[in-house]
């Protein structure tokens, strides 16, 4: 295939027809990573209703960088002599977007005001959810409170050993009253931690 009726296929894909079919193909398999080839080829395929076209697509999807690319070029079609009829629809569009202006200014004004209203409705909302909140302070008092009542023999134990007698001991008080039938036990474990602090 010459340069120039390569040129001539991607300026004007609507001449691609049965004799320009096996051009493209033994470009393809000469030169397998050609992207403008594939492209070509996969569009003389479809506008010849071949057969081959799905398994081509597969091949050449995977060989051309941008897909959405190929998508359009396949979709489009010839655009020859349609100049006066694009005019016309041209300025029937046009027209068509003028007269839709006034009735966007309208909606726009209507979105004003229920826009107004979304934010006066969202601030009463917000001010009753504050309400119901309750303040962080009694949340925070209510955790050390937690924390300061969950002593197990474990965390007594560990006190004991890091030095903290102090916390042992009145964790070791906690868990008598917790559990009266080991008290013995808490009472000498007390004792011990004493005679430790002297």
């Not at 060989?63 to 010839?78: C, I, P, T």
């Not at 009753?128 to 303040?135: R, T």
């Amino acid at each position: 295939m010459l340069f120039s009726d390569f040129h001539n296929y991607l300026q004007h894909p609507e001449t691609l027809d049965e004799n320009s079919l096996p051009l493209l193909k033994s470009l393809v398999q000469q030169y397998p990573a050609f992207q403008a080839a594939w492209m070509l080829l996969l569009k003389n395929l479809k506008t010849l209703n071949d057969p081959e076209f799905d398994n081509y697509l597969k091949l050449g999807a995977i060989r051309v960088a941008d897909r959405r690319r190929l998508y359009y070029f396949l979709m489009e079609e010839g655009q020859s002599g349609d100049t006066a009829q694009s005019a016309d629809e041209l300025d029937l569009l046009s027209k068509e977007y003028l007269a839709t202006g006034a009735y966007q200014l309208n909606r726009h004004e209507e979105q004003e005001e229920s826009l107004a209203d979304l934010v006066k409705s969202f601030r009463k909302k917000q001010v009753e959810k504050e309400a119901l909140v309750p303040e962080a302070s009694e949340d925070a008092n209510s955790a050390k409170k937690a924390e300061s009542e969950f002593v197990t023999e474990t965390l007594a134990k560990i006190y004991a050993r890091q030095g903290l007698y102090k916390q042992a001991i009145l964790a070791y008080e906690k868990l008598s009253l917790k559990y009266p039938e080991k008290n013995t036990y808490f009472a000498g474990q007390i004792e011990e931690i004493k005679r430790l602090m002297n």
